[in-house]
């Protein structure tokens, strides 16, 4: 994506002031004229606040050529620029405007999860809430028409994003060109920096807000190793050759143009081989791309003949994961998210299921989270709703009802567990649908290893592509 002129600098009118040559401009005169600034940010107010009167102060005035006199003076009153509104004060506001529409995507389990925050946020505002589980292609689709035709006010005043579409619509100029993450109060604190600022290693210059963490790690069948059916599975990248070789036929991974986890698993293979570093925030180039790429199909070719062999390349997550609950196959790259659902949903027996986390980690699946149309008609309403899903009551839930990370880091709960109504168990997530091996905060950590890695989303768009002749059909 190519970068926009800074929009910071759209944000902040500033006021320069000129001093005359003969006569320095007096403090009390700045003053009057700071006063009278209005600080608009598209809909959303600044403000001047006007504070308790100041001691008197000695102002020396300077000019560069003749300085005639210095003055002293005292100030009538002290004045705040306050850049953005409270969190009363957006309440408020999206109280007055009463109803605020989200779209979202995702599996049936999250559509639900999204329903009930709905209800819950609209409970406590008293702000009417719709969910529209439409996804955000038709919403793209829907908010670029309304660009291209003028429509000032659209219907839609959330959406949930991931990053390819979201950095393809804000260079459309599709998305309200706000800082959203210094507008929204929750957002300002404990949102690592990496995911507040890119998406993918797209640069969302704060338009967007994550609100959680998709991830993908090693899910496999415990009873198979505790019955010697299969070798325990590898804890390094470095170990999984000589495993698959040992333990032929009881891996696969998800073809990567038909679900994440399988795309997640080939950048994480290119990092794994090539090393992160080689990516990680570097501007995409194709013949690179091609170069760094070959030893990764000769791998990836290599591991081939030792794969599940009715279907090494399931076609999406499902049928990925159906293989394991089947007991086809003992290993797999799978999300947590969907492990857990299908845990929830029956279909997973608990006491089949591991995860853990190979070292070094798969990259994560992403931040996906929010970014509001340019016209958007309740702007408060979206600000306070993203706001509630960053709060520590809404973080908290996350994994624990659709088994993904919350964005939040101090967010994460101690222990994260699930009863089994058909067992009654009380059954902790880590080791089942949260990957055993990290340490949650540790791993947010920059400086700690193993570090959290980030996909790196046009060297892994243009691998999905070339993964079918190179790989597919090689």
């Known amino acids: 994506m190519s970068r926009k002129s800074s929009p910071e600098k759209d944000d902040v009118s500033i006021i320069r002031s000129k001093i005359s040559r003969r006569k320095a401009f007096s403090t009390a005169a700045k003053v009057g004229a700071a006063a009278g600034l209005g600080l608009v940010l598209g809909g959303v107010g600044g403000y001047l606040v006007s504070q308790s009167t100041a001691s008197p102060a000695t102002v020396t005035t300077t000019v560069t050529q003749t300085v005639e006199r210095t003055e002293v003076v005292t100030p009538t009153a002290e004045v705040k620029l306050k850049l953005f509104p409270t969190r009363d004060e957006i309440v408020n506001a999206a109280k007055r405007e009463g109803h605020v529409t989200v779209v979202g995507f995702g599996s049936t389990a999250e559509h639900d999860f999204y329903r009930r925050m709905g209800e819950e946020f609209s409970k406590r505002y008293g702000i ?31 959406v949930m994003i991931w990053s390819a579409p979201f950095a393809e619509g804000y260079k459309n100029g599709i998305w309200w060109d706000i800082p959203l993450v210094d507008l929204v109060p929750n957002a300002r604190t404990g949102i690592p920096y990496i995911p507040l600022y890119f998406h993918d290693f797209y640069h969302s210059y704060g338009r967007h807000i994550p609100i ?3 991830q993908v790690a090693m899910l496999y069948n415990k009873q198979w190793v505790n019955a010697g059916k299969m070798d325990s599975p590898p804890k390094t990248m470095d170990e999984l050759m000589g495993w ?10 998800c073809d990567p143009n038909k679900g994440g986890s399988g795309h997640t698993w080939l950048i994480s293979v290119a990092y794994y081989v090539n090393g992160y570093d080689v990516y990680a925030f570097k501007p995409f180039d194709e013949n690179l791309s091609d170069n760094l790429a070959k030893p990764v199909w000769q791998y990836l070719n290599e591991m081939e003949q030792y794969l599940y062999p009715d279907n090494p390349y399931p076609e999406g997550n499902k049928a990925t994961i159906e293989l394991l609950e089947l007991e086809e196959v003992g290993l797999q790259p799978m999300w ?17 299921a591991g995860m853990y986390m190979i070292d070094p980690p ?13 016209n958007a008609p309740n702007k408060f309403a979206a600000l306070l709703w993203i706001d509630y899903m960053l709060s520590d009551e809404v973080q908290r839930r996350i994994p624990v009802e659709i088994g993904a990370y919350p964005i939040k880091t101090d967010a994460m709960p101690s222990k994260v567990t699930w009863k089994d109504p058909a067992s009654g168990k009380e059954i902790d997530g880590v080791g089942v649908w949260l990957p055993a091996g990290i340490d949650f905060r540790d791993w947010r950590n920059p400086l700690k290893k193993p570090e959290l890695r980030f996909r790196h989303a046009e060297y892994m768009f243009d691998m999905m592509k ?9």
């Not at 009417?128 to 035709?149: C, L, N, P, T």
């Not at 698959?244 to 991974?253: C, D, Q, S, T, V």
């Not at 798969?362 to 340019?374: E, L, M, V, W």
């Open 128 to 158: 009417s809430f719709e969910y529209q589980d439409v996804g955000w292609f038709k919403a793209v689709e829907q908010i670029s028409e309304e660009k291209r035709r003028g429509v000032e006010e659209g219907s839609i005043d959330v």
């Open 244 to 253: 698959l070789r040992n333990n032929k036929g009881k891996f696969a991974y």
């Open 466 to 474: 070339k993964w079918i002749t190179n790989v597919q059909q090689a």
């Open 336 to 352: 947590t998210s969907i492990t857990f659902q299908e845990i929830q949903a029956g279909r997973l027996d608990p006491e089949i």
């Open 362 to 374: 798969i990259a994560s699946g992403g931040f996906d989270g929010y970014a509001i149309p340019f």
């Open 212 to 214: 959680l963490q998709w």
